[in-house]
C-alpha cells in the first residue's frame, strides 16, 4: 500500500532480511487510523515476523488492510490479542492522542509495544509510557520512519559512524509533507488529536539530529509555528520550525510544513544536510527534483571531490530486524529506550513553547 503522492499511505517496501524463522516472532496490529502501520508491518514481516491478528473498531479499514496482509486473523476486540500468549509485539497507529493509552495497555498484559510516530501528544502521557517500561521491563519501540525507513537516511549514518565527515557540528531537516485535506480524516486538523505539527512531524527530524549527532540531550531554543494557507481549520498548524543546541554542542535547525505543492511528484521533497568537521552529506530522501523522480539519494563533499550515491535497494531497513532481536534477546541495539522517548520529548517541548505566529492577508 504505497502511494508517492500521499505521505498518509506511503509505506516502503524492502528487500527480506529474516532474522527468525517461521513462526519465532509472532506480532498483532492495532489501530489502522493511520497508513504508517502498514510500513510498519511491511518492515517487521520482511525481519521474519508473523503478522498474525488485527484489529480496529472500523471493518472497512481493518477490510483493507486485511487485503494487504492476508491471511491475517481478524480479532473482535483487543483483548482477543491481548489475551493470546503467542503474539510477542503489538504494533499500532491509532489517532496520536489515544497512542499512549493504546501502549499502557499493551503492557498491562506483558506485549511489547511498537507504535508510530507521535507516540505521545503530552508530557503526561510520556511519562506515564516511562513508569509503565521501568515497571515492566517491555519495550516501547517507536516508528520514526524518516530515517529508520529511507535506505539514504540509514547509510548518511553508518557513514557518520565511521567518522566519514568527521565530528557532526551541525544537522539541517526539512520536512514538507503535502496535506491531501480533502482525503484526511477530522482529527488530523485537531492539535488536541495529533499533538501539533512540532510534536507530529517534527519529532522525524528531532529524532534524526540526536541519531546523526550522537547527543544524549538537547535544548529547545526557539520554536514557532502558523497556519497560513488552511484558515478553514482554526488550530491547525501548517508550517513549524524550530532550533536546538545538543549536550555536545552540535546544533540544529528543523523546518516542517503541509505546504508541497501538487506539481510535485512525490508527498513531499523531505531533505537532511549534515555538516561536519571535515565534509558534509545532504540527503534527498523522496525525490531530486527536476532529475531524478526516485527517491533515496545521498551527496558527500570531502577533500577528494563530490559523489552520489543512489542508495535506492542497496542498504536496506536494519531497525526492523535489530529490534525483534532487542525483544528477544534484552539488548538495546536498533534504538535505546531512552533515546526513543527522548526524541518524543523533546517534540512535545518544541511543540509546548512555540510562538504561535499570527498571520495576516
Same mark, same amino acid.
Given at each position: 500500500?504505497?502511494?508517492?503522492?500521499?505521505?498518509? #499511505?506511503?509505506?516502503? $517496501?524492502?528487500?527480506?532480511?529474516?532474522?527468525?524463522?517461521?513462526?519465532?516472532?509472532?506480532?498483532?496490529?492495532?489501530?489502522?487510523?493511520?497508513?504508517?502501520?502498514?510500513?510498519?508491518?511491511?518492515? !517487521?514481516?520482511?525481519?521474519?515476523?508473523? =503478522?498474525?491478528?488485527?484489529?480496529?473498531?472500523?471493518?472497512?479499514?481493518?477490510?483493507?488492510?486485511?487485503?494487504?496482509?492476508?491471511?491475517?486473523?481478524?480479532?473482535?476486540?483487543?483483548?482477543?490479542?491481548?489475551?493470546?500468549?503467542?503474539?510477542?509485539?503489538?504494533?499500532?497507529?491509532?489517532?496520536?492522542? %489515544?497512542?499512549?493509552?493504546?501502549?499502557?495497555?499493551?503492557?498491562?498484559?506483558? $506485549? #511489547?509495544?511498537?507504535?508510530?510516530?507521535?507516540?505521545?501528544?503530552?508530557?503526561?502521557?510520556?511519562? =506515564?509510557?516511562?513508569?509503565?517500561?521501568?515497571?515492566?521491563?517491555? $519495550?516501547?519501540?517507536?516508528?520514526?520512519?524518516?530515517?529508520?525507513?529511507?535506505?539514504?537516511?540509514?547509510?548518511?549514518?553508518? !557513514?557518520?559512524?565511521?567518522?566519514?565527515?568527521? *565530528?557532526?557540528?551541525?544537522?539541517?531537516?526539512?520536512?514538507?509533507?503535502?496535506?491531501?485535506?480533502?482525503?484526511?480524516?477530522?482529527?488530523?486538523?485537531?492539535? $488536541?488529536?495529533?499533538?501539533?505539527?512540532?510534536?507530529?512531524?517534527?519529532?522525524?527530524?528531532?529524532?534524526?539530529?540526536?541519531?546523526?549527532?550522537?547527543?544524549?540531550?538537547?535544548?529547545? !531554543?526557539?520554536?514557532?509555528?502558523?497556519?497560513?494557507?488552511?484558515?478553514?481549520?482554526?488550530?491547525?498548524?501548517?508550517?513549524?520550525?524550530?532550533?536546538?543546541?545538543?549536550?555536545?554542542?552540535?546544533?540544529?535547525?528543523?523546518?516542517?510544513?503541509?505546504?508541497?505543492?501538487?506539481?510535485? /511528484?512525490?508527498?513531499?521533497?523531505?531533505?537532511?544536510?549534515? =555538516?561536519?568537521?571535515?565534509?558534509?552529506?545532504?540527503?534527498?530522501?523522496?525525490?531530486?527534483?527536476?532529475?531524478?523522480?526516485?527517491?533515496?539519494?545521498?551527496? !558527500?563533499?570531502?577533500?577528494?571531490? @563530490?559523489?552520489?550515491?543512489?542508495?535506492?535497494?542497496?542498504?536496506?531497513?536494519?531497525?526492523?530486524?535489530?529490534?525483534?532481536?532487542?525483544?528477544?534477546? /534484552?539488548?538495546?541495539?536498533?534504538?535505546? %529506550?531512552?533515546?526513543?522517548?527522548?526524541?518524543?520529548?523533546?517534540?512535545?517541548?518544541?511543540?509546548?513553547?512555540?510562538? *504561535?505566529? @499570527?498571520?495576516?492577508?
Amino acid at each position: 500500500m504505497t502511494d508517492r503522492r500521499d505521505g498518509m #499511505h506511503y509505506a516502503p $517496501k524492502g528487500k527480506p532480511n529474516r532474522v527468525v524463522g517461521p513462526g519465532e516472532f509472532k506480532f498483532a496490529a492495532i489501530g489502522l487510523d493511520h497508513g504508517h502501520i502498514y510500513g510498519m508491518c511491511n518492515g !517487521l514481516i520482511e525481519a521474519g515476523a508473523e =503478522l498474525v491478528t488485527v484489529y480496529d473498531p472500523d471493518p472497512a479499514k481493518v477490510e483493507r488492510f486485511v487485503a494487504a496482509f492476508p491471511g491475517t486473523k481478524v480479532a473482535r476486540s483487543e483483548q482477543e490479542i491481548f489475551q493470546d500468549p503467542a503474539i510477542r509485539l503489538v504494533a499500532g497507529a491509532c489517532i496520536p492522542s %489515544q497512542r499512549g493509552a493504546l501502549g499502557l495497555r499493551v503492557q498491562d498484559h506483558g $506485549k #511489547h509495544f511498537f507504535v508510530d510516530k507521535p507516540a505521545f501528544t503530552t508530557l503526561g502521557q510520556l511519562e =506515564l509510557a516511562r513508569a509503565k517500561v521501568a515497571e515492566t521491563g517491555l $519495550k516501547w519501540g517507536i516508528y520514526y520512519s524518516e530515517r529508520l525507513h529511507v535506505e539514504c537516511a540509514v547509510f548518511a549514518g553508518q !557513514l557518520v559512524e565511521e567518522g566519514a565527515i568527521g *565530528r557532526v557540528v551541525q544537522v539541517i531537516g526539512t520536512g514538507p509533507h503535502r496535506a491531501n485535506p480533502a482525503g484526511r480524516p477530522a482529527w488530523f486538523f485537531d492539535p $488536541k488529536q495529533t499533538g501539533g505539527i512540532l510534536c507530529d512531524i517534527g519529532s522525524h527530524q528531532i529524532e534524526q539530529f540526536l541519531a546523526y549527532t550522537g547527543a544524549r540531550d538537547a535544548k529547545v !531554543l526557539h520554536s514557532k509555528v502558523g497556519n497560513y494557507r488552511f484558515r478553514d481549520y482554526p488550530g491547525f498548524e501548517d508550517f513549524g520550525d524550530a532550533t536546538l543546541a545538543a549536550d555536545n554542542g552540535a546544533t540544529f535547525y528543523f523546518r516542517v510544513d503541509w505546504l508541497t505543492p501538487d506539481g510535485l /511528484g512525490t508527498w513531499g521533497d523531505g531533505r537532511t544536510i549534515i =555538516l561536519g568537521t571535515d565534509r558534509y552529506i545532504e540527503l534527498r530522501k523522496y525525490i531530486d527534483i527536476a532529475r531524478d523522480a526516485s527517491g533515496d539519494h545521498l551527496y !558527500l563533499v570531502n577533500h577528494e571531490g @563530490e559523489r552520489h550515491f543512489h542508495c535506492a535497494g542497496k542498504v536496506g531497513y536494519p531497525y526492523f530486524g535489530q529490534f525483534i532481536l532487542d525483544i528477544l534477546n /534484552g539488548t538495546e541495539t536498533a534504538m535505546t %529506550q531512552e533515546y526513543a522517548f527522548k526524541a518524543a520529548e523533546l517534540s512535545l517541548e518544541a511543540q509546548r513553547r512555540a510562538m *504561535r505566529i @499570527e498571520t495576516t492577508g
